[in-house]
């Protein structure tokens, strides 16, 4: 059996489904660019059936990246096969992704069928399939609730029917890492012909167990992982492609590797962070700012007098300098666009200026300037493009006092103004605003997230608003909890007054 393993990155379709986190076209071309650098085999550009949104980008994706294999999902159904058929025509190398749920609960009250039904349903759509293009993979959805004997016998069906991947999917994460490798092995068992395709995971976290149910599954006999940059996705995620990729590194008795790039993986997981508004977690493994942190004192002493004391993974091999340069009120150009693009983050000279001007405003109200703090200036930059621009705002409040907030807003070059009170300076503020947009917005949610322990560090704050029965998403970041909160109130209504 082959010792590569294949890495199946859906970060650009499972994982964008996560609220908030959607991406422009645009935006998932510059992913896609840097996930072809990064070395991964199969890129899932998206659901094309699903929007014009989707459609559009996998057609873009498809003629952006040249040597990995573009994918788009379907379910098993006519109409949609066709639809991902036509996106991917500009594909060097294409596959279509269709299946079906194959667990009784999804055969009984999804689909309202019976397991001969939905036999028959997986064999038509690879069969169909296989007439647009010769690389199809199959999905069982719900796989790890599926019994093993009818899930070898769908198996079977479609490797016949000319599946050349089938993937395994623990849908809902409920698999034990055990259990999920015993179905794996049991499949290599019992299915006959099952040489002639890949078998895959796909594996989600709501236990917290998708890495060590995929590497379970590795170890039984699968050779395609599929996988997402910081382990985005929805609810609890899926498997981290930098853990899994990690993991094979360093285990090197396995005599398993993949096609990645390692260096890459750092500024990567900070651009797909950053894109997506979706702040990394601390103590997330391998990527989170405090992974190659030692706060202990018998720690410290140990790494620095052999640093494999306390690291197993040395951090140039994820592309993180562990000498990084400190920003400060006296760097230059050049140190402010080096750390950008560690994060992922490339400007133009021209924004690279503005944002310089900006961080030189921020430094000189703080001792050091951290990563987050360069990632918020960056996105201000990026907010430019915002039909709805916040021109000036001040809010007052305190003891005893009635919290008041003036706001000032360009709305597509012409001036508004408007002042009102409220329970506190950003409700105060939020009211100035509706009183110039005057359409009916609902605030459903409202998140605070502090970066770091100091009092003048940035905050970040994550917005949810309804208008006319839909959600929209707001992101705003700076060292004021104010202007934060109506950064991100402004970036919401921008979604949907640009419609």
């Given at each position: 059996m082959?010792?590569?393993?294949?890495?199946?990155?859906?970060?650009l379709r499972d994982g964008e489904q996560v609220p908030g986190c959607q991406l422009n076209t645009v935006e998932k071309i510059q992913i896609a660019k840097e996930l072809e650098?990064?070395?991964?085999?199969?890129i899932e550009a998206g659901f094309p059936v699903s929007s014009p949104g989707d459609f559009n980008s996998?057609?873009?994706?498809?003629?952006?990246?040249?040597?990995?294999?573009?994918?788009?999902?379907t379910r098993a159904v006519d109409k949609d096969i066709d639809v991902a058929a036509e996106a991917l025509r500009y594909a060097k190398h294409k596959r279509i992704h269709t299946g079906i749920g194959t667990s009784d609960s999804h055969i009984k009250y999804k689909f309202n069928s019976t397991r001969e039904e939905i036999l028959e349903r997986?064999?038509?759509?690879?069969?169909?399939?296989?007439?647009?293009?010769?690389?199809?993979?199959?999905?069982?959805?719900?796989?790890?609730?599926?019994?093993?004997?009818?899930?070898?016998?769908?198996?079977?069906?479609?490797?016949?029917?000319?599946?050349?991947?089938?993937?395994?999917?623990?849908t809902t994460g409920y698999c034990l890492p055990e259990e999920y490798g015993a179905k794996i092995k049991y499949l290599f068992e019992h299915v006959d012909g099952i040489d002639k395709a890949v078998i895959s995971t796909h594996?989600?976290?709501?236990?917290?167990?998708?890495?060590?149910?995929?590497?379970?599954?590795?170890?039984?006999?699968?050779?395609?992982?599929?996988?997402?940059?910081?382990?985005?996705g929805e609810r609890a995620g899926n498997t981290a492609l930098e853990e899994i990729v990690m993991i094979l590194k360093c285990h090197k008795d396995t005599d398993l590797y993949t096609n990645i790039n390692t260096q890459k993986i750092y500024s990567l997981s900070r651009m797909v962070s950053n894109l997506m508004?979706?702040?990394?977690?601390?103590?997330?493994?391998?990527?989170?700012?405090?992974?190659?942190?030692?706060?202990?004192?018998?720690?410290?002493?140990?790494?620095?007098?052999?640093?494999?004391?306390?690291?197993?993974?040395?951090?140039?091999d994820i592309g993180l300098d562990e000498n990084s340069i400190v920003l400060t009120a006296r760097s230059g150009h050049a140190a402010l666009k080096y750390r950008l693009e560690t994060h992922g983050v490339n400007l133009s000279e021209e924004k690279l200026d503005k944002v310089y001007e900006e961080f030189l405003k921020l430094a000189d109200k703080k001792?050091?300037?951290?990563?987050?703090?360069?990632?918020?200036?960056?996105?201000?930059?990026?907010?430019?493009?915002?039909?709805?621009?916040?021109?000036?705002?001040?809010?007052?409040?305190?003891?005893?006092?009635?919290?008041?907030?003036?706001?000032?807003?360009?709305?597509?070059?012409?001036k508004f103004e408007a002042a009102a009170t409220g329970n506190g300076p950003v409700d105060a503020a939020i009211h100035a605003v509706r009183q110039i947009i005057k359409k009916p917005v609902t605030l459903t949610e409202f998140t605070i997230q502090g970066v770091s322990k100091g009092s003048d560090d940035t905050c970040k704050v994550h917005?949810?608003?309804?208008?006319?029965?839909?959600?929209?998403?707001?992101?705003?970041?700076?060292?004021?909890?104010?202007?934060?909160?109506?950064?991100?109130?402004?970036?919401?209504?921008?979604?949907?007054?640009?419609e």
């Open positions: 082959d010792n590569r393993v294949q890495i199946f990155d859906t970060t650098s990064l070395g991964v085999d199969v996998v057609i873009e994706i498809s003629k952006a990246v040249t040597w990995p294999t573009i994918c788009a999902l997986a064999v038509h759509a690879v069969k169909y399939a296989r007439k647009y293009v010769e690389d199809v993979e199959f999905y069982a959805e719900d796989a790890g609730r599926t019994d093993n004997e009818y899930l070898a016998r769908v198996v079977e069906a479609v490797i016949k029917a000319g599946a050349t991947v089938v993937n395994i999917p623990d594996c989600h976290n709501d236990l917290g167990m998708a890495t060590a149910n995929t590497f379970e599954g590795i170890r039984n006999g699968a050779r395609q992982v599929e996988v997402t940059i910081n382990g985005v508004n979706m702040p990394v977690q601390p103590n997330k493994a391998i990527v989170g700012r405090n992974a190659f942190s030692h706060s202990s004192g018998i720690h410290q002493d140990g790494v620095l007098k052999n640093a494999q004391t306390y690291e197993i993974i040395d951090p140039k001792k050091e300037i951290n990563d987050d703090d360069i990632l918020m200036l960056a996105g201000s930059e990026r907010a430019n493009d915002h039909h709805i621009k916040v021109d000036w705002l001040q809010a007052t409040s305190g003891i005893g006092m009635k919290p008041v907030a003036s706001i000032g807003l360009d709305i597509s070059g012409e917005m949810q608003v309804e208008h006319n029965g839909r959600i929209y998403y707001g992101f705003g970041a700076s060292t004021d909890i104010v202007n934060a909160s109506i950064e991100a109130y402004v970036d919401a209504l921008n979604k949907f007054t640009a």
